[in-house]
């Protein structure tokens, strides 16, 4: 035991000696060469910093290309520059290449291969700036492959590293991509919310690109639903925004799903003119996705349209371009629309070339729902074709592929279960937040109930305020009404004194000569006329007071019946012989001896007097009045007219205005300016209505209008 002890100890000091010997001469040797070392190592930086500069260059030329759509280059260069990284040790290069193959193969429809690809490196580089990069890539992938459970673990992980970065436009992408999970997953309120709150944190940061894309995420969201309206305003938002700053590569996409919006919706001309706008685009950035995408919408629009050969001929551009850049989820859709398109001319084995090119193209990509799709439109296709057991056998393929995905889907719903707990136990959190900010909310609402309550205090004393006004005005309306009314009736007893006094004093004159003897009997009839004539115009005066009197208090009540028409004209026109006589005015009745209309007997003699006697009054001697009544429809319309001096011009708008307006006859005959006011008014009370129409020296006519009256209610009238 002490043998070996000591061997060892002995062994242990020589190790020592020997390598304090080693550095003694390292040393020396270094303290010789130092200005040289130094040098050497400033320029072995110089150059590192140069290769660092020259991945960077690569990266960004890669990110370029795949915008542009021109994925063989990027490719290339995307290679280059992991080459070029690894030897120079280049962690952020490394990481930027691993993110542009990220973005190659998303733009391939390669989703598999962005999971293959990424896992490693997100690993290796997590110390580097696009960790969270990466790891959304992934996340993505993960998300577009229905593996949900991965997509959310790996998202929620990258979004607290960007929550420690503070990178907040990362944040705002992350939360966008998270709410494609939930929609994916049919909670469409947790969606809406994410990216609700992603377009909030956009805006926040004046992120315009961002906000664009959660426009454009809700609008297609919406579309899916069938919410078209919605969709369209959102997808025309995000359009704008796009357009506003200029980012043609986004506009294309928003281009693209206008276009299958207005497919969807049946605006077939709208759709086109979105695709092509979308294409000129593609052509002027030389972004061949967009191109190739382009032609493949605007084919299925035809095929949706009917018009085959046109979609025949997008279909076959899109697939050419498919093919020089080796976009092999091009050649899937490419060989799919055109199987339709002759599957709808009835083309058969053309419809089932192309299907099978499609199979192949799904089998390699490792699309089950691809191929799902496929052996159904062959199964349909080889049918029709009267291929009964090919049919068959696309048939039992597709049957086992839908048996083995409803087991995955099996599976998947209870993974998914989990999913949704994690979801719900975040809704919880987000319900008692909501708790919490609901008793805010009770403190704010009972403080803006007493604000409430004051403001209806002072909403009332206003309300009172404006009552009491509106009857301090409404009392001085009505002191002005009654100041009116007493001038109107002082201005009616004086024209009634005058009116009145004229022909009294003319009768006191003729009993004076009576009573004196002085008339012989020739004298005596003459003056027993002129009584008469003055005594009938007096009347007619004053009942045409008491009418107006009688009006102005709302006393007087219509007395509704059928009425001849002829018979009140001529009953009326009694009491007008020896007036028109005396003038020599010829009176002409044109009246159907049937005519009934449905009057006032009594208002239709006050009308009459009135309008006759106007009319005798304005005709020169030997004038014609006329009066006429025609039946129109149900109704009767009764004209008085004359060809005597007219009304002037000046004068119609007063016409029926009481005391308005008033002149003297052709042989000085004058008037109370109230017959043609109380003609409008009793018309009016009767249901009809008055009108008239003169000319200055060639006549006037004035017609009324009242309902026609069916002769057998008279009957009845009379039998009652």
Not at 281 to 289: C, E, W
Not at 466 to 492: A, F, G, S
Not at 642 to 670: A, C, H
Request: hydrophobic fraction near 35%.
């Amino acid at each position: 035991m002490l043998y070996h002890l000591f061997a060892h100890i002995f062994r242990a000091m020589l190790t020592l000696l020997f390598c304090f010997a080693v550095c003694s001469e390292v040393y020396s040797i270094s303290f010789d060469s130092d200005k040289a070392i130094t040098s050497e190592t400033q320029d072995q930086e110089t150059e590192r910093e140069r290769n660092q500069e020259y991945v960077l260059e690569l990266n960004n030329k890669a990110a370029d290309l795949i915008a542009e759509g021109n994925l063989g280059d990027a490719k290339t260069i995307i290679n280059d520059a992991l080459s070029v990284s690894y030897v120079i040790d280049d962690d952020e290069g490394k990481a930027f290449a691993y993110s542009n193959l990220g973005n190659y193969f998303f733009s391939m429809g390669m989703a598999d291969s962005v999971i293959a690809a990424l896992n490693e490196p997100y690993t290796q580089l997590q110390h580097t700036s696009r960790a969270v990069n990466i790891g959304n890539l992934i996340a993505t992938a993960h998300r577009e492959n229905a593996s949900f459970s991965d997509a959310l673990q790996i998202y929620q992980e990258v979004l607290e590293k960007a929550r420690a970065e503070e990178n907040q436009s990362m944040q705002a992408a992350i939360k966008q991509n998270i709410a494609g999970v939930y929609e994916s997953l049919g909670d469409y309120p947790a969606a809406i919310d994410h990216y609700l709150e992603s377009l909030s944190l956009a805006e926040q940061l004046g992120d315009s690109q961002t906000r664009a894309v959660v426009l454009e995420n809700l609008g297609t969201l919406n579309l899916s639903e069938g919410n078209y309206e919605l969709a369209e305003t959102y997808i025309k938002q995000a359009l704008e925004i796009n357009l506003d700053i200029g980012n043609p590569r986004y506009i294309t996409g928003n281009y693209i799903n206008l276009g299958i919006l207005y497919k969807s919706t049946e605006r077939f001309d709208e759709a086109l003119e979105s695709y092509q706008k979308s294409l000129e685009l593609g052509n002027q950035m030389g972004n061949i996705v967009t191109k190739l995408q382009s032609y493949y919408n605007i084919g299925i629009l035809y095929n949706e349209m009917g018009n085959y050969e046109k979609a025949l001929e997008y279909f076959q551009e899109s697939l050419e371009m498919s093919r020089q850049n080796n976009i092999r989820i091009g050649y899937f859709y490419n060989y799919s629309g055109m199987g339709d398109s002759y599957l709808s001319l009835e083309n058969y084995s053309e419809a089932i070339r192309y299907f099978e090119d499609a199979l192949e193209i799904a089998e390699s990509l490792s699309q089950v729902e691809f191929i799902k799709n496929i052996l159904n439109k062959l199964s349909l296709a080889n049918e029709s074709g009267g291929d009964t057991a090919a049919a068959l056998n696309y048939l039992k393929r597709y049957n086992s592929i839908t048996d083995s995905i409803a087991t995955t889907e099996r599976e998947e719903a209870l993974a998914r279960q989990e999913t949704l707990l994690n979801l719900r136990t975040e809704r919880q959190n987000r319900e008692l937040a909501e708790q919490a900010l609901a008793s805010q909310r009770n403190a704010l609402i009972r403080s803006l109930i007493l604000l409430f309550v004051v403001a209806l205090a002072l909403v009332g004393l206003f309300i009172f305020y404006q009552k009491k006004n509106r009857m301090n005005r409404q009392l001085r309306e009505r002191t002005v009404e009654l100041q009116k009314v007493n001038t109107e009736k002082d201005k009616l007893l004086s024209i009634l004194a005058h009116d009145l006094r004229n022909p009294l004093s003319g009768l006191q004159g003729v009993v004076y000569l009576i009573q004196e003897g002085v008339l012989n009997n020739k004298d005596m009839d003459l003056m027993l006329k002129e009584v008469d004539h003055r005594l009938q115009h007096g009347i007619t005066i004053l009942s045409n007071y008491l009418q107006w009197a009688q009006n102005q208090k709302d006393g007087i009540e219509t007395n509704m019946e059928p009425v001849n028409v002829r018979e009140v004209v001529e009953e009326c026109l009694t009491g007008f012989k020896h007036s028109s006589q005396k003038k020599g005015v010829t009176i002409e009745i044109e009246i159907p001896g049937n005519l009934t209309m449905l009057a006032d007997n009594n208002m239709m003699q006050v009308i009459l007097r009135n309008l006759i006697s106007n009319s005798i009054k304005y005709v020169d001697e030997n004038g014609v009045v006329t009066i006429t009544a025609v039946e129109e429809s149900n109704r009767v319309k009764l004209s008085v007219s004359d060809n005597g001096v007219g009304i002037p011009e000046l004068k119609k708008g007063d016409i029926f205005k009481s005391f308005s307006y008033t002149r003297i006859g052709t042989r000085g005959e004058t008037g109370t300016g109230l017959g043609l006011s109380i003609c409008k008014d009793f018309t009016e009370k009767q249901g009809g209505n008055i009108s008239f129409v003169s000319e200055s020296g060639e006549g006037t006519t004035f017609t009324i209008e009242l309902m026609k009256a069916d002769v057998s209610e008279k009957r009845e009238l009379l039998t009652e």
